[in-house]
């Protein structure tokens, strides 16, 4: 099974930009997309961001145009640019493996990385 960690949160000003990294551990399957995920204090997870095999991606509304996911297949590694930042972006970032199909994710669910934008 496929192991994730996240990194790159941290505190920032509203206006300014972080780039996540998600390392995966193990092989992910071609056949499936990678997403960034967030949860914010009281809400429910939500996805922001995916991307599948093909390089096809797809964003949730609130964060289109300000956010970029790409990947590096080498470094077996996801990313999630992040810029034009808001308070309302304040949450834990997570990445999963999914289908590109459904909401169904493949892997446990990691620590996480903190995004904290402030005012």
């Known amino acids: 099974q496929v192991q994730l960690v996240e990194s790159g949160g941290g505190l920032v000003q509203a206006g300014g930009s972080l780039r996540l990294s998600c390392l995966a551990s193990?092989?992910?399957?071609?056949?499936?997309?990678m997403g960034w995920y967030r949860q914010a204090p009281g809400k429910q997870r939500e996805l922001v961001a995916a991307?599948?095999?093909?390089?096809?991606?797809n964003y949730a509304d609130s964060v289109k145009g300000r956010f970029t996911i790409s990947r590096d297949t080498a470094k077996n590694t996801v990313y999630l640019q992040m810029n034009s930042l808001k308070p309302e972006d304040t949450a834990v970032y997570y990445c999963?493996?999914?289908?590109?199909?459904?909401?169904?994710?493949?892997?446990?669910w990691g620590q996480g990385t903190q995004v904290t934008v402030s005012s």
């Open positions: 193990g092989s992910i399957f071609s056949r499936n997309a």
């Open positions: 999963n493996e999914k289908s590109p199909y459904s909401d169904y994710v493949f892997s446990d």
């Open positions: 991307i599948r095999s093909g390089g096809r991606t």
